[in-house]
């Protein structure tokens, strides 16, 4: 028997540990049935004769059926799709002033962690890349337990109150006659909701703006939302947000982009997450705290505890307080990251929760919510959902019981067993609720401090950019056009007119809906440039680039390229007509990665066209490559093209790319974002240009040119 009553200082290492003694390698072993017989047939049942009955008497088919028959379990309710990743997170100084939390202490220890994100409306096997919020879910196996920041990547919520979440899930859901649409928002019910609870207002401007629309896991920001409560050794009490800031920046796709995606790879973000880790290209988020001193809760114009209202950070600063890393994938899908069950009430000491009556109801739900998924009362002991901190409790026995507590006694008080496992103090580490001061008669109402719906969802608007303002209004036009009560259109009108009379009267006229009659425009004019993506990192770092070539391209050009993309950390791939090899002028051959048939411009963040006449021959007879590049140009990538590369511009109907050829000594933007040069040698320093281009992310000035998408 283990005796580990001691708590062991964790490490990087700690939970890989404890999975490595369930990990299993088949590989050159012998096939057994699950009671370790070894079996010497499988592939044919036990038959009366050849050509006869298959007999009863067949264990091992019986038993490989039978597990076949119950291999899937229940999906998650909600973000039933998701990916995750394990890593660790270091906390950067100790934050003892405002919490007594032990993985919060010690620059030097890494905590492991992992994290599952997820799409929030589809079915398990639906797209990536629909419009919808994004989980992002960490379990910190800390010395003191597990802590679960169970997030999402915006910052507030649908609903100020758990009541209503059955309610808005099963609004937002395919709808229940006919499980139509799947993975949308874009139909009758979610927008019956919206306009029937105006508190949805402020989230739903976030969910119609680029940030529904991610490039990447890495690449999106992650929210506690709820306020939270750090409490210190003595026992002070500190309002608290967290949030995650990923290093690459906040970054979208655009919505032609995410449809074409949904069937192109429906695995868009998982396998670009998969891939980075493989590549060790490891994404990585910063952790960071917005706090509020407990004399100051009613400071604000807005209600602190309500979960549909941000702290602006120029208001309340987000101080950066860690940073984690996902290095490693997962082993196994099913077992880890569908089996993982997270819980915001998996809480360590100096962490405590509000009266957010949203977190009040998430509570319950969580671990409920497990027993139907995961099959009972013992998910703890699964092998992800395993503590790194020792277990001692009196629970005992019910379905899939792995442990085998020994002993007469499971209850406390006892005398048998002196008294063992006895609470531990507060000093010990025992888990104790902050004593806040609670007084109230019973009532089922919510705070007057809640009823402001709209004033936050104006400073959302305000904050955006132009381009930023158009997606949104593309996106309410996309979504209500999908609409059929041609009411609920009107009301969504009649609704956001008090966001900005501006954005539904643009509203109403892709929508067939009439202008607002409301024309008094929102009070508030305050913005907050924390919130445009506009004004995010910028890096090159990860970008993949399409290298579009040819037979006869040429080589010195290329392989400089390629040296010097992957220099400053892009990812270029080589696409061609077809699969195999290529040669370049001076014979040497270059493996192609993907060819036209199966890559398309969706894939890639950017794309560089090679010089060479074969080459640019051999790419014009395909008609799939101006189509590759016109569709780059309409999602307003990088597009680099050299030499005859850049005749394939012209083909692509890019405005500018015929007029002449270009000069040999600089590298021009004909378009913003497209360069065009005679040569990419490092005189002209077009690889520099060009992978500063893609550090931009998008050009899109462009869309004053093309049509807006
Ligand atoms: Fe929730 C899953 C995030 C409100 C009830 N939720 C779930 C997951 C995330 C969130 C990231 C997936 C975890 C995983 O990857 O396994 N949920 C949120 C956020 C909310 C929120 C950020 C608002 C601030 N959720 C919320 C409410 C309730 C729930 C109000 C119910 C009262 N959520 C659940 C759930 C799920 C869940 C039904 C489904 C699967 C699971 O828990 O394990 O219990």
């Known amino acids: 028997m283990k005796k580990d009553d001691q708590r062991e200082p964790i490490n990087e290492q700690s939970k890989d540990k404890q999975l490595e003694t369930y990990r299993v390698d088949d590989t050159g072993q012998k096939l057994t049935t699950n009671q370790g017989l070894r079996v010497s047939e499988d592939e044919h049942s036990l038959k009366a004769g050849v050509r006869g009955p298959t007999l009863m ?26 990916f995750g990743a394990h890593g660790y997170f270091q906390v ?29 409306a589809g079915s398990r096997g639906s797209s ?20 679960d920041l169970v997030g999402n990547n915006m910052p507030v919520f649908f609903i100020q109150d758990a009541m209503k979440f059955p309610d808005f899930v099963h609004a937002v859901k395919p ?105 060790g290209n490891y994404p990585e988020f910063e952790f960071g705290v917005q706090m509020i001193k407990e004399e100051d809760e009613f400071m604000f114009d807005f209600d602190i505890l309500d979960p549909t209202k941000i702290w602006p950070e120029e208001q309340v600063p987000v101080k950066i307080i860690g940073k984690m890393t996902l290095n490693r994938n997962t082993d196994n899908f099913f077992a880890e990251t569908e089996q993982i069950a997270f819980h915001p009430g998996h809480v360590v000491p100096g962490i405590d929760f509000t009266n957010d009556p949203l977190l009040q109801g998430r509570l319950f739900s969580y671990t409920d919510t497990q027993l139907s998924r995961l099959g009972g009362p013992n998910f703890h002991e699964i092998p992800i959902n395993r503590s790194v901190a020792p277990v001692h409790n009196n629970q005992r026995d019910g379905m899939h019981r792995m442990t085998i507590n020994r002993g007469p006694v499971s209850y406390h008080k006892n005398s048998l067993a002196g008294n063992s496992p006895e609470p531990a103090s507060e000093k010990e580490g025992g888990y104790a609720h902050y004593a806040e001061k609670v007084e109230g008669r019973k009532i089922q109402a919510r705070s007057d401090s ?38 609920i259109r009107q009301r969504a009108v009649d609704m956001f007119s008090q966001v900005s009379v501006d954005l539904a009267k643009r509203m109403a006229a892709g929508i067939g809906a009439k202008a607002p009659e409301n024309t008094s425009d929102s ?26 070539a040819g037979n006869g391209f040429r080589g010195k050009e290329v392989s400089g390229m390629l040296q010097s993309l992957k220099a400053v950390g892009l990812v270029p791939e080589v696409v061609s007509v077809q699969l195999g090899t290529i040669v370049c002028d001076g014979g040497n051959p270059l493996e192609v990665d993907h060819s036209l048939l199966t890559a398309d411009s969706v894939l890639f963040d950017a794309v560089y066209i090679a010089g060479g006449r074969q080459s640019a021959d051999e790419l014009l007879a395909d008609s799939k490559t101006a189509d590759f590049v016109k569709e780059a140009f309409q999602h307003y990538k990088t597009i680099g093209a050299v030499g005859e590369g850049v005749e394939l511009l012209a083909a692509a109907g890019i405005a500018g790319s015929a007029a002449g050829s270009p000069p040999a000594t600089a590298t021009p933007e004909i378009q913003p974002g497209v360069l065009a040069a005679e040569r990419a040698d490092e005189a002209v320093g077009f690889s520099r240009d060009f992978a500063a281009a893609v550090a931009q992310h998008r050009h899109w000035d462009r869309s004053l040119q093309s049509q807006a998408r």
Do not use: C
């Open 523 to 548: 009070r508030v004019t305050l913005s907050s440039p924390a919130l445009s993506q506009m004004n995010t990192v910028k890096t090159p770092l990860t970008r993949k680039v399409a290298v579009l």
């Open 175 to 279: 709808e229940p006659h006919n499980e139509i649409p799947q993975a949308q928002s874009a139909h009758d019910t979610f927008w019956d909701f919206v306009t029937s609870n105006t508190e949805t207002a402020h989230m739903v401007m976030w969910a119609m703006s680029d940030r529904s629309l991610p490039r990447s896991f890495r690449m999106m920001e992650g929210f506690g939302v709820h306020t939270f409560r750090f409490v210190n050794e003595q026992g002070k009490g500190h309002f608290v947000k967290f949030h995650w800031k990923p290093l690459l920046g906040v970054h979208s796709l655009v919505w032609d982009e995410v449809q074409k995606l949904a069937g192109k790879d429906p695995d868009f973000n998982r396998r670009d997450l998969w891939d980075a880790i493989e590549t």
């Open 57 to 82: 008497e067949d264990f091992h088919f019986r038993e490989k059926m039978t597990h076949f028959d119950h291999e899937r379990i229940p999906e998650r309710i909600v973000h039933a799709r998701g």
């Open 450 to 487: 809640f009823k402001d719906h709209f004033s936050q969802a104006t400073l959302f608007w305000n904050s955006m950019s132009a381009v930023e303002k158009q997606h949104i209004v593309n996106a309410f036009r996309f979504e209500l056009g999908k609409v059929k009560t041609k009411e």
């Open 128 to 147: 990536d890349t629909v419009r919808d919020v994004r989980g992002f879910a960490t379990k910190f196996y800390t010395e003191e337990g597990n802590y």
């Open 92 to 120: 950067y100084e100790p934050m003892t002033e405002y919490t007594k939390a032990k993985f919060l202490q010690d620059p030097s220890v890494k905590t492991p962690v992992f994290v599952r994100f997820s799409t929030v």
